[in-house]
């Protein structure tokens, strides 16, 4: 069992900044899990993809909507896994939630289904 608890979220203006972080923990935190993500969502919506980092490579991938804007990083001796957020939006308002997952695929990394584990959210909320 993986243990995800994130971190970081906030009420911000358009135009800041916010850093989110998803510590994990568990035996298999590392051995197991191929790929980190973040995805988001709104209430009455399904859940997007935001961002995801392959654990072995470290292969980026990030939804249109995000891309020039969020940066995901990893840090392995603390096994986490960042999401820097600038140039917020009042679109970015979500629940932001972290995942694993052992897919590397760049199709399937981006579907939520293909996580195994998840945390339990944190808001980020973004005034006009």
């Known amino acids: 069992q993986v243990e995800l608890v994130e971190s970081g979220g906030g009420l911000v203006q358009r135009g800041s900044s916010l850093r989110l972080s998803c510590a994990g923990s568990?035996?298999?935190?590392?051995?197991?899990?191929?790929?980190k993500a973040w995805f988001r969502q709104v209430p009455g919506q399904e859940r997007e993809f935001v961002a995801a980092?392959?654990?072995?490579?470290?292969?980026?991938y990030y939804a249109d909507s995000v891309k020039g804007r969020f940066t995901i990083s990893r840090d392995d001796a603390k096994n986490t896994v960042h999401l820097q957020m600038d140039g917020l939006k009042p679109e970015d308002t979500a629940v932001y939630y972290c995942?694993?997952?052992?897919?590397?695929?760049?199709?399937?990394?981006?579907?939520?289904?293909?996580?195994?584990?998840w945390g339990q959210g944190t808001q980020v909320t973004v005034s006009p």
């Open positions: 995942a694993v997952g052992t897919s590397t695929h760049a199709t399937a990394v981006r579907i939520g289904k293909s996580y195994h584990s």
């Open positions: 568990g035996r298999t935190f590392n051995r197991n899990t191929n790929t």
């Open positions: 980092i392959t654990w072995r490579g470290g292969v980026i």
